[in-house]
């Protein structure tokens, strides 16, 4: 519920469905909205009728008719089927004007809701919007927050519900970034005062949508856009390009690297970490005490990840579609399960104790390194957890990957299970620890691969 509070009278009002939008007869008294009953209805499509010679009309739903009088507070609600009748009460008389009668906007629109099949939802003095059932608010800009520093130009956009946007390219030097489904109602957004990179920014309402058009103070100052956790706030980076080609975005928990033709990927891959480290942080017990570092590539020919612990936790995400190999694995989303798999590796790996937490004080995390054989020593004593066996490494790697994706996963997969049933099947010996690793790992048509499989059962 809104109350408006406007002495300047309102002649007409605007209700937009879709891309339609219609003008009905409407008018401000005493700082409360009224609106000709019978263009509402007519234009949200509402089964209605005049009568009692033009003094009531009736509004007729599968379940029940709604019947307002004019220069009356009550509307009598009759349900169709039993013929029972309740009464709602607006907070003032409804009025008779020019032979139609005005109702007010707000009650009105709060008693429709419960009965059509759609959302009415106002977003201005003077204009009403249409949307599906199931999407009952609408974004309202609550803040626009500029603010400049070392890495560039961040301008932070909060809102009361979840934001959906698209940026759209004016000239090089400014763009449009427009927030679907929003209003700036209730917020005056005038008078944002420009800083850093930002030469000059302006925020209108256009249509339901919002449009935030920002010019930059010269063409070789980049940008790029992404969300918080929940979808409610939206941050827009202005920084500087530099010689290097590749960018940094980071999150609470991780630190991406990336080329400037990946950044449409990114905020996938930093909600995709965030979501599995939130859950597997709290399974394992771990506190990460550095940011994750995690690269993304485009040099191979099918897609995969690695990931390491030594010298520092990073992931390589190469971002091609999986080799054919895994059309017969099933997953539901590539780049959360492909993390999902690695963030393991990078938890159980990275966990210590003691006496490794002094170690590594000492040493940090050491890689063992071929052309000084002592650094395997090193290694072992400030990363222990590194050299358990690659089935154990593979195995639990495989579990998690299948469990966070909902049951998706090499764990669960039609070739896991043709694999394991014909080897019982077919009165096979299963391999031991020792024979997985120094023979089956060599010997089978699956080489190393056999790790994930047999370790996943195991």
Known sequence: ?????????????????????????SYN???????????????????NRIVDAGNALEITFQDVTLRFKSKNPYVIITFNESGESSIYQFPTSSHFSNNFIFVPLNETIELLNKYIDKSLIVISPGKVIVLEKDQQSISRLQSINLEHGPKGTYIQIKSNIELTSQLSLVEQDSFIL?????????????????????????????????????????????????????????????????????????????????????????????????????????????????????STYDVSDYGFAAASTTPQNFIRLEIEPLEPGYEMVPYNRRIQWLLSHELVHIIVNDAEVQPETFYRNVFGKVPPEKIQPLSAFYSLFTNYNRYSPRWHQE??????????????????????????????????????????ETLLAHNSILLENIHYIYGGRL
Not at 6 to 14: D, L, N, P, V
Request: net charge negative; proline share 2%.
């Open 178 to 294: 427009t927030v679907i489904n929003a209003s700036t109602f209730g917020n005056n957004f005038d008078n944002i005062i420009p800083v850093g990179y930002v030469k000059h920014i302006l925020v209108t309402n256009v249509n339901q949508n919002v449009e935030i058009k920002i010019k930059k103070k010269n063409v070789d100052v980049a940008s790029e856009f992404f969300y918080d956790d929940a979808n409610k706030e939206l941050v827009v980076h202005l920084f500087e390009r530099v010689d290097s080609p590749w960018l940094e975005r980071e999150s609470e928990h991780f630190k991406v690297i990336y080329r400037d033709y990946h950044s449409d990927l990114i905020n996938n891959v930093l909600t995709s970490a965030e979501r599995a480290f939130k859950i597997l942080s709290k399974i394992f017990n771990y506190k990460a005490s550095e940011k994750i570092i995690i």
């Open 29 to 47: 008294y005493q700082g409360m909205i009224y609106v000709s009953l019978h263009h509402l209805a007519d234009v949200i499509h509402l089964n």
């Open 1 to 25: 519920m809104f109350s408006f509070l406007y002495a300047q009278e309102i002649t007409r009002i605007t209700v937009v469905e879709d891309e339609n939008s219609h003008s009905i007869p």
């Open 395 to 436: 195995g639990i790697a495989v579990f998690f990957e299948t469990w966070l994706s909902g049951g998706f996963g090499r764990e669960l997969g039609s070739f896991d299970e043709m694999y394991f049933r014909s080897m019982v099947y077919e009165g096979m010996t299963f391999p031991s620890q020792l024979d997985l």
